[in-house]
């Protein structure tokens, strides 16, 4: 499968979280399905039974999320964003990079950490690269202006801090 050979881009905290939610579908909530499951078969018949279907239901999502987990994992690629804040002409927002930016049209501040898309929460900071705002300001400078295109309505932004 070709995305299957796509690297999985993310930060080391970020692959840990990956490997902890792994280990805890196999190990914790996998043994609570089979309970479910057992539970539900032990009350006969499984032909009109919305237990037993519900708790195969709920299999089918752990098995696909530990498969998608164990495609991940397997061609993941670790940003390694302690060595490029260690790098003293690294200058420019990359991969792993905190920004602080300036929305020139509402004059807000905003702090962002440029993240993969597998570990991207907006509402924690963590920005996709793959976001418009994101790859507008990759291999930006402290005080370069950028125009975010590929949006409904392109806005400028000012890179003003990297931080870390």
């Known amino acids: 499968m070709a995305s299957e050979d796509k690297k999985v881009l993310v930060t080391k905290e970020g692959y840990n979280e990956l490997l902890q939610e792994q280990e805890n579908l196999i190990h914790v909530v996998r043994q609570d399905v089979i309970r479910e499951l057992q539970e539900a078969r032990a009350q006969g018949d499984l032909s009109e039974n919305a237990d037993y279907d519900a708790a195969r239901d709920r299999q089918a999502r752990v098995e696909a999320r ?45 702090t962002y950490t440029i993240v993969g898309s597998v570990e ?32 409904e309505e392109p806005y400028d932004v000012k890179i003003l801090e990297l931080i870390g």
């Open 120 to 151: 991207s929460d907006p509402l924690q900071g963590k920005l996709s690269n793959i976001t418009p705002l994101a790859a507008a300001i990759i291999d930006s400078k402290v005080g370069d202006v950028v125009t975010v295109n590929q949006v």
């Open 66 to 110: 530990i498969r998608d987990l164990e495609a991940m994992l397997a061609n993941v690629e670790i940003i390694d964003d302690e060595a490029a804040s260690r790098k003293k002409n690294s200058k420019t927002v990359k991969l792993g990079s905190t920004v602080k930016i300036l929305d020139l049209e509402s004059n807000e501040e905003e």
